[in-house]
Nanobody
Framework: QVRFVESGGGLVQPGGSLRLSCTANGIPFSNYAMGWYRQPPGKQRELVAGIIRGNRTNYIDSVKGRFTISRDNAKNTMFLQMNSLNPEDTAVYYC?????????WGQGTQVTVSS
């Protein structure tokens, strides 16, 4: 059974950086469009960054220029480099295919941006 595992979250001050990682067994990342999602407190989960075959990327406007999605196909790992973090980025961050598959959601990793 495929299950994504996210890591790298934590507490960071405004303006700080974090790098999230995503791994999974049983699914070759290189064959799929994938994405990083987040769910802020009290809000719905949203797609924030996507990567497709050929490593083309796209982002929601609020993270453009600050977040970078990438993946290492040889290690079957996907990353989200987050710079210039602000309190509005506080959320649980998840990875999944894009579009997502319900049964593949992992536990996510908490990112809290606060002074």
């Amino acid at each position: 059974q495929v299950r994504f595992v996210e890591s790298g979250g934590g507490l960071v001050q405004p303006g700080g950086s974090l790098r999230l990682s995503c791994t999974a067994n049983g699914i070759p990342f290189s064959n799929y469009a994938m994405g990083w999602y987040r769910q802020p407190p009290g809000k719905q989960r949203e797609l924030v960054a996507g990567i497709i075959r050929g490593n083309r990327t796209n982002y929601i406007d609020s993270v453009k220029g600050r977040f970078t999605i990438s993946r290492d196909n040889a290690k079957n790992t996907m990353f989200l480099q987050m710079n210039s973090l602000n309190p509005e980025d506080t959320a649980v961050y998840y990875c999944n295919l894009n579009p997502s598959l319900r049964n593949y959601w992992g536990q996510g990793t908490q990112v809290t941006v606060s002074s």
